[in-house]
């Protein structure tokens, strides 16, 4: 089981962030995820222990790293094809890596990075703070992403109650997939809660995220039925839920939750962050897949806002 | 009807166009037929890389007819002779009237060509000679005409007596470029103009007050017993008799281009509309800038035409505007209330009158033409702010001119915008448009921050400070009679990182390998941080004191020895004062431009950090390293690029920079100009973080020689801001902005598909009024994403329009050189999303 408690790794804290939740943010990313959709464009934030990022384009094959590891995991210097950009190569045997750093700390031109700092609330805080003037003049604030925030529910607890004590809006963006006790606990300190629905159908949603839909779907309604406010995420993945009948129920079902409903934000597929797959030393069924335009998903916009709910694309 | 082929480009729906970003396409569906032809009808005169445009000549009438004309009047005073010269040139020379051109008066004798002042300085004429790209033909006859007038002003140009007036190794300084930029002489000029003057009297009533003044003057010397300060009016009434001829001659010259317009009117104009606007034309022509104007016109005519003449006089580099504020009030009257001009018909002539100057050009140095990139000068018109009593200034004629501004896309002028909490929302709507579509202007100024700034640096009064106009691309300066300001203070530019070069190096030069700087001691036997910035600030010291002295005296010396009729007949206090523009009798404006001037912060830092903190490397290795410009020290060297770098909002590296600041600030009151004003710092770069790259020594921020410096005047350094747009806000407003610099230079590029929209103008808006709030002066955009930027790199003939954003001013992207394109796109596009 993963840490929860006085820490959690964070694996960045992105100022100037304004699509997700209201006016000009600053969104925390916590690294761990109860899920494992497969077109995660998160990827990093999956796993709950911290990582390496090996970026080609950056390496010069100087072979400090490969001095530097005490378990045989990293390759020797490579002549390679600098077009190739970390498609067919991987520097560091991840089997054999036990993450201790030594090759990141031996790195000098940055090719080695090390993904997930372990932080405390007030560090964490100390950061999102300096941006209060702009959250000021934009209604903005916190945002708390991951990864799952939920997963981590003591810590994500005393985040979000110090931001509160400070003055500070917050929104969590979460999948959902906790028990009700743990939004309870949250929901006096989350000013907007941001809800990830991928899809209706129970089976689809086991088969590609790895868990079941129901205990989303039965949180969701509690919350508004609480009367909380919401904004609605559906990422629109190719093959997966973008069939008119897949929108369709999801618009179906969210009727249903309106007036807490302030606006559902559809997210377009996209494969931009297929590097950082590359940089993990992973492989990804959707790195080939087509990123998806504003245009692609207007019929969905269309559907929701068919509906009477008011609706963005890309937040 | 057969029409012009239409691309399939062209065929696209105006919407299409507008959600491609593709600007420049939509602007040309968008303007009017005569906007249009105006706009490709239009010689580009700013040097592309360092040469001109293919076809662009330069003009031989006005350096013959000046000549000419100044040979004649040998025995006459130094200011009488420069003052028939030019009206020898506006009498003489050729005249054209463009098809379906409102606006007239140009800069030479044909469309395409380039004005040359061969009295300004010797080093321009020989350029010239050896520039066989801009001699008309016949090349023969040309060069040899060039050859004589060479010969004749070599001898005596500006430059010449300016450089007799210097010890010669105070020269060598100054053109080496580590101190100065350019002389300090008055024939190139960034020359604040007073409109309220010129605008109530014209220049009939200015001749008026003329020759008042010299009834008074004769009255004093030749019928009473004259006083001991009575003897001056000697030299006075010479002044005075140059300013007359020149306005007359003025009049004359705009009242060419009244009959011009009514002989063809009357004789060759078949199209009975144009011959109505030949007509309007042949009447504006008679009236200004002989009478104060009462249409908007007339006020644009008049404008237009003391650019033009003040340009006729000598270089002005600079164009301080304030358009809105002056011709408000006419088109207010003319569309608003009279409604005998309709609101498309002021936007014609509005974005004629940005074209028309544009297409102002003259031959220039090679070397400032590497640093304007582009432009002819840097043409920073200003809009927007407060009244006197405070209230917004913003008016139609403001969002005409961002309108028209968007349609023309030119690259000069460019606007700068006078941002106050007050601002109508509409104004602010657009300028917000003109940023989005990727004009890289209007540039963003806080007016309460400027005025406050004006009044403690030249203790100018609370309404004149209103008033202000940028004198250059930065500097508030007062449009008023005692706030004008006729010099151009440029000259006292420094590249301020060679401080940081001479305290590692004991006041050596490392690039030029000669004693600079004074001796601060070996730098590798330093123990301490504070041994060193004590040195470094030996060192900037000095180069402002040497740099101030030359140009006080470059500015005290002009108006004997290279004075200015024309300019001094169009201010107030010249007039009232009987003295040449140059003599420093206004308020002042002085600053001092610091190039290259962030680097020294981070510098510092890194050694604090490194050598002296976490004593990873001694003095001893540092100054070894930096000796070979870091060549064989790459690890090292990396240690010294990654360690805190200023715009990530850390106090460790902003806090040296604000000591930097505020210890230079001080030194500024220590150090006076003429008009005994303080010499404020005041840090930008133009273009000159690419041409300088080569002057400026390895650094230990982790520069190496030849690697670009960082581009703004407080921006961080490309690539070097890792955590966005609101982190270099908060990094910068730890600057005082008011009593530690004139103001300085914030480059900032978003991203336009984070501006898309109704949500997009709510997040400019939120940013801007935090950047407002942190008491920020400047902050300009680049709007255009690196992927176009790219693909304007690979396919120039695809961009041409494309503008971006360069330290002070815009210019067209494909006009700049590789290295220019390259570190634009390696900035950091604040994107969005992980």
């Known amino acids: 089981m993963h840490e929860d408690g006085e820490k959690a790794y964070v694996t960045n804290i992105q100022r100037f962030s304004i699509n997700d939740g209201p006016g000009i943010r600053t969104t925390v990313f916590l690294k761990g995820c109860a899920l494992q959709c497969a077109w995660c464009h998160n990827p990093e934030c999956i796993d709950f222990r911290p990582e390496i990022y090996w970026k080609q384009s950056l390496c010069r094959q100087c072979g400090r790293c490969f001095d530097a590891c005490p378990q045989g995991a990293v390759q020797p210097p490579v002549e390679l094809d600098?077009?190739?950009?970390?498609?067919?190569?991987?520097?560091?045997?991840?089997?054999?890596?036990?993450?201790?750093?030594?090759?990141?700390?031996?790195?000098?031109?940055?090719?080695?990075?090390?993904?997930?700092?372990?932080?405390?609330?007030?560090?964490?805080?100390?950061?999102?703070?300096?941006?209060?003037?702009?959250?000021?003049?934009?209604?903005?604030?916190?945002?708390?992403?991951?990864?799952?925030?939920?997963?981590?529910?003591?810590?994500?607890?005393?985040?979000?109650?110090?931001?509160?004590?400070?003055?500070?809006?917050?929104?969590?963006?979460?999948?959902?997939?906790?028990?009700?006790?743990?939004l309870d606990s949250l929901r006096p300190y989350v000013d907007i809660f941001l809800y990830d629905i991928k899809c209706l159908s129970g089976k689809l949603?086991?088969?590609?995220?790895?868990?079941?839909?129901?205990?989303?779907?039965?949180?969701?309604?509690?919350?508004?039925?609480?009367?909380?406010?919401?904004?609605?995420?559906?990422?629109?993945?190719?093959?997966?839920?973008?069939?008119?009948?897949?929108?369709?129920?999801?618009?179906?079902?969210?009727?249903?939750?309106k007036p807490a409903l302030l606006q559902v934000d559809i997210l377009p597929f996209h494969n931009?962050?297929?590097?950082?797959?590359?940089?993990?030393?992973?492989?990804?069924?959707?790195?080939?897949?087509?990123?998806?335009?504003?245009?692609d998903v207007e019929d969905f916009r269309e559907i929701l806002e068919g509906r009477g709910i008011k609706t963005t694309i890309g937040g | 009807m057969g029409g012009p082929k239409m691309s399939a480009v062209e065929m696209r729906s105006i919407e299409e166009i507008e959600k491609s970003g593709q600007w420049w396409w939509w602007a040309e569906q968008k303007r009017s037929k005569r906007l249009d032809y105006l706009r490709k009808a239009v010689w580009k005169k700013g040097a592309k890389g360092s040469g001109y445009q293919p076809g662009v000549k330069v003009d031989l009438e006005r350096p013959i007819l000046y000549t000419q004309a100044f040979q004649a009047n040998e025995h006459d005073p130094l200011i009488i002779r420069h003052a028939k010269a030019l009206a020898h040139v506006w009498d003489n020379i050729t005249i054209f009237i463009q098809d379906h051109a409102q606006i007239m008066g140009y800069l030479g004798s044909r469309p395409h060509t380039i004005v040359w002042h061969p009295e300004i300085l010797f080093l321009l004429n020989e350029d010239l000679?050896?520039?066989?790209?801009?001699?008309?033909?016949?090349e023969e006859r040309s060069l040899r005409i060039i050859r004589e007038i060479c010969d004749y002003w070599n001898p005596q140009t500006a430059g010449t007596k300016m450089f007799s007036?210097?010890?010669?190794?105070?020269?060598?300084k100054l053109m080496t470029g580590a101190i100065g930029w350019g002389l300090p002489i008055h024939r190139i000029g960034y020359c604040t103009k007073q409109w309220d003057y010129m605008f109530r009297l014209g220049f009939e009533g200015i001749i008026a007050e003329i020759d008042a003044k010299m009834a008074e003057a004769e009255e004093r010397i030749y019928r009473r017993v004259p006083e001991p300060e009575d003897y001056e009016y000697y030299k006075k009434l010479d002044i005075w008799k140059a300013m007359k001829i020149t306005l007359e001659a003025a009049v004359r010259w705009a009242r060419r281009y009244s009959r011009l317009a009514r002989i063809i009117a009357e004789n060759f104009e078949t199209d009975p509309q144009r011959k109505q606007e030949l007509e309007r034309i042949a009447e504006t022509c008679w009236k200004v800038p002989a009478r104060p104007p009462e249409h908007l016109w007339e006020s644009l005519q008049f404008d237009h035409f003391v650019q033009i003449l003040t340009r006729y006089e000598a270089c002005d580099g600079a164009w301080p505007a304030r358009p809105d504020y002056w011709h408000g009030p006419f088109y207010d009257k003319d569309v608003n209330q009279d409604k005998v001009l309709t609101k498309e018909e002021a936007l014609d002539l509005t974005g004629e009158f940005l074209i028309r100057c544009y297409e102002v050009g003259w031959f220039w140095l090679m070397l400032a033409r590497d640093t304007l990139q582009g432009i002819t000068g840097t043409w920073v018109w200003t809009l927007g702010g407060v009244n006197e009593d405070g209230t917004d200034a913003c008016?139609?004629?403001?969002?005409?001119?961002?309108?028209?501004?968007?349609?023309?896309?030119?690259?000069?002028?460019?606007?700068a915008f006078r941002y106050h909490p007050q601002v109508r929302m509409q104004t602010l709507r657009n300028v917000f448009e003109c940023i989005r579509q990727g004009l890289g202007y209007p540039s963003m100024r806080n007016?309460?921050?400027?005025?406050?700034?004006?009044?403690?640096?030249?203790?100018?009064?609370?309404?004149?400070?209103?008033?202000?106009?940028?004198?250059?691309?930065?500097?508030?300066?007062?449009?008023?009679?005692?706030?004008?300001?006729?010099?151009?203070?440029?000259?006292?530019?420094?590249?301020?990182?060679?401080?940081?070069?001479?305290?590692?190096?004991?006041?050596?030069?490392?690039?030029?390998?000669?004693?600079?700087?004074?001796?601060?001691?070996?730098?590798?036997?330093?123990?301490?941080?504070?041994?060193?910035?004590?040195?470094?600030?030996?060192?900037?010291?000095?180069?402002?004191?040497?740099?101030?002295?030359?140009?006080?005296?470059?500015?005290?010396?002009?108006?004997?020895?290279?004075?200015?009729?024309?300019?001094?007949?169009?201010?107030?206090?010249?007039?009232?004062?009987?003295?040449?523009?140059?003599?420093?009798?206004?308020?002042?404006?002085?600053?001092?431009?610091?190039?290259?001037?962030?680097?020294?912060?981070?510098?510092?830092?890194a050694v604090k950090k490194l050598v002296f903190d976490e004593r990873k490397y001694t003095m001893a290795q540092l100054i070894e390293a930096l000796r070979n410009n870091w060549e064989g020290y790459e690890e090292m060297r990396m240690d010294f690029v990654r360690a805190p770098k200023w715009g990530n909002d850390d106090d460790y590296v902003d806090q040296i920079h604000v000591r930097c600041h505020n210890d230079v600030a001080a030194h500024s009151w220590e150090i006076k100009d003429p008009t005994g004003n303080p010499w404020p710092p005041l840090p930008e770069n133009i273009a000159a973080y690419v041409t300088n790259a080569t002057k400026?020594?390895?650094?230990?921020?982790?520069?190496?020689?030849?690697?670009?410096?960082?581009?703004?005047?407080?921006?961080?350094?490309?690539?070097?801001?890792?955590?966005?747009?609101?982190?270099v806000l908060r990094s910068v407003a730890k600057i005082d902005h008011i009593g530690a610099v004139r103001a300085t230079l914030l480059n900032q590029r978003l991203n336009p598909t984070q501006l898309a929209g109704e949500k997009g103008f709510q997040i400019w808006h939120s940013y801007i009024k935090t950047w407002a709030d942190l008491g920020i002066d400047h902050v300009q955009f680049n709007m255009v994403d690196n992927e176009t930027l790219k693909a304007a790199q690979k396919e120039p003939e695809k961009y041409p329009e494309l503008i971006v954003r360069i330290a002070g001013y815009s210019a067209h992207f494909i006009d700049l050189n590789k290295k220019t394109q390259d570190t634009i796109i390696a900035r950091n596009v604040q994107s969005l999303g992980s």
């Open chain 1, 205 to 257: 949603h086991l088969l590609r995220t790895g868990v079941s839909n129901s205990p989303i779907l039965a949180n969701l309604a509690r919350l508004a039925c609480e009367g909380e406010s919401i904004i609605v995420r559906v990422p629109v993945i190719p093959g997966f839920n973008d069939s008119t009948e897949q929108m369709g129920r999801i618009a179906e079902f969210l009727e249903t939750l």
């Open chain 2, 447 to 605: 007016d309460p921050i400027l005025i406050a700034n004006a009044m403690h640096w030249h203790r100018h009064p609370l309404k004149e400070a209103r008033r202000w106009v940028h004198q250059a691309c930065m500097s508030p300066c007062p449009d008023t009679k005692w706030g004008c300001q006729p010099f151009r203070m440029a000259n006292a530019t420094i590249i301020a990182a060679k401080a940081m070069e001479y305290a590692l190096f004991d006041g050596f030069d490392q690039v030029l390998q000669m004693q600079f700087g004074p001796h601060t001691g070996d730098a590798s036997k330093f123990e301490s941080f504070e041994e060193l910035y004590q040195a470094w600030y030996t060192q900037i010291k000095w180069m402002m004191d040497t740099l101030t002295k030359v140009t006080g005296a470059g500015r005290y010396n002009s108006s004997e020895l290279d004075p200015r009729p024309f300019l001094s007949a169009i201010y107030e206090r010249c007039v009232d004062l009987g003295v040449d523009s140059a003599h420093p009798s206004e308020r002042g404006n002085s600053w001092i431009t610091f190039f290259a001037w962030m680097e020294t912060g981070d510098s510092l830092a």
């Open chain 2, 696 to 727: 400026v020594w390895a650094l230990p921020n982790g520069r190496r020689l030849g690697d670009t410096l960082y581009d703004g005047g407080c921006s961080p350094g490309a690539g070097l801001d890792k955590k966005g747009p609101t982190a």
């Open chain 2, 165 to 172: 007036k210097l010890p010669p190794e105070e020269i060598v």
């Open chain 2, 129 to 138: 000679y050896n520039d066989r790209t801009v001699i008309p033909e016949p």
């Open chain 2, 395 to 415: 008016n139609d004629m403001t969002d005409c001119l961002l309108e028209a501004a968007r349609l023309v896309r030119v690259a000069n002028p460019t606007f």
């Open chain 1, 82 to 182: 600098p077009d190739d950009e970390g498609r067919h190569y991987h520097k560091i045997d991840r089997e054999k890596c036990d993450r201790c750093m030594k090759c990141v700390e031996a790195c000098i031109y940055e090719a080695l990075l090390r993904v997930g700092e372990r932080m405390t609330v007030e560090e964490i805080l100390d950061e999102v703070e300096r941006d209060i003037p702009f959250y000021n003049n934009s209604e903005g604030g916190l945002t708390l992403t991951g990864g799952e925030p939920t997963s981590f529910p003591r810590f994500t607890l005393a985040l979000l109650s110090e931001a509160k004590r400070r003055g500070i809006h917050t929104c969590l963006d979460t999948s959902g997939f906790c028990s009700w006790e743990v």
């Open chain 1, 272 to 295: 931009w962050c297929q590097d950082k797959y590359r940089w993990l030393g992973r492989e990804w069924d959707y790195e080939e897949t087509e990123s998806l335009s504003e245009y």
